[in-house]
């Protein structure tokens, strides 16, 4: 049996690990968010490492406010990497594992193929920077392994597919960019991959490798192609104006480019990724139930 520690576990990934640790047994989870452990209390965390002694950590905890976070510097690296380093300050003598989860947004998006681990990091926003010292910071402990996916979405939270289906319902006109190209990833997908890393690992099935991995759905499409996808699976017959970046006024700069491949992980933990349309599928499935 393992202990598991999740970090942010209010968020889309933390929630859908909770639904995935279902068909694990034999483990023991502990799910914590800012409200039952803030990782940005160095001592706070301290004491709770010290004494539940988890034998893995996935943190999901982060500050995700793209636009937001070119006013809020501080706080987006208080959050996204200073709090990394509290993590890895109580672990790093020890064998704990950690699975920190990164971003897309650490390039710049000047590629013209999909990027891999070894690409170098150019990120354009205070996000992407905040991100981005997360991971160095991560991978100071032996044991770390940095998973960097991209456009999140699952049936909880706030994401782009519930914010397309709620502008579908009103009477304005929806504009979405379509010079923005990257992978939607069902946070269901990459919480069920995490937990089959763990048990491969604990199992003895497969070989833990740290360092950094890319995590997204199979394929690739613009925001604009994102949105009529989901809108078509939904039957909702609405019409979409695409637009470019600089028309849309984003405050934080975005990647035009951010296409991960996965090779390295699909080979080193045996993972089969779904497409993108297959896993939208399913999501849409389950928020028209609700």
Not at 14 to 41: P, Q, R, V
Not at 166 to 178: F, S, T
Not at 263 to 275: E, G, M, Q, V
Request: net charge neutral.
């Amino acid at each position: 049996m393992s202990v598991i520690l999740i970090t942010g576990a209010m968020g889309q990934l933390g929630n859908e690990l909770k639904i995935a640790a279902k068909k694990h047994f034999g483990n023991d989870f502990i799910f914590t968010d800012f409200d039952t452990l803030d990782i940005t209390d160095g001592d706070l965390l301290h004491d709770f490492i010290k004494r539940r002694k988890p034998d893995w950590i996935i943190n999901c905890a982060a500050y995700n406010f793209v636009d937001k976070a070119e006013s809020e510097h501080e706080k987006a690296h208080m959050i996204n990497g200073l709090a990394v380093r509290n993590i890895i300050s109580v672990i790093r003598d020890s064998p704990c594992r950690l699975i920190h989860i990164s971003t897309d947004y650490v390039f710049d998006g000047k590629s013209s193929v999909p990027y891999r681990e070894s690409d170098k990091p150019n990120p354009l926003s205070v996000y992407g920077n905040s991100k981005l010292e997360g991971e160095r910071f991560a991978l100071v402990h032996p044991h770390s392994l940095v998973i960097r996916t991209s456009w999140l979405y699952s049936s909880y939270g706030h994401n782009f597919v519930k914010t397309i289906l709620r502008l579908a319902a009103g009477d304005d006109q929806l504009k979405v960019v379509d010079d923005q190209v990257g992978s939607p990833t069902y946070a269901a997908d990459l919480a069920h991959s995490i937990l089959d890393i763990i048990a491969g690992v604990n199992s003895h099935q497969i070989a833990f490798n740290a360092g950094i991995y890319h995590f997204s759905n199979e394929g690739s499409c613009s925001w604009y192609e994102f949105a009529t996808a989901i809108l078509e699976e939904a039957h909702i017959n609405k019409s979409i104006t695409p637009v470019k970046m600089a028309q849309y006024g984003a405050v934080a700069v975005r990647p035009a480019y951010s296409v991960l491949n996965k090779s390295k992980i699909t080979d080193n933990y045996r993972l089969a990724i779904p497409h993108w349309r297959t896993s939208l599928s399913k999501c849409m499935k389950l928020l028209v139930k609700e």
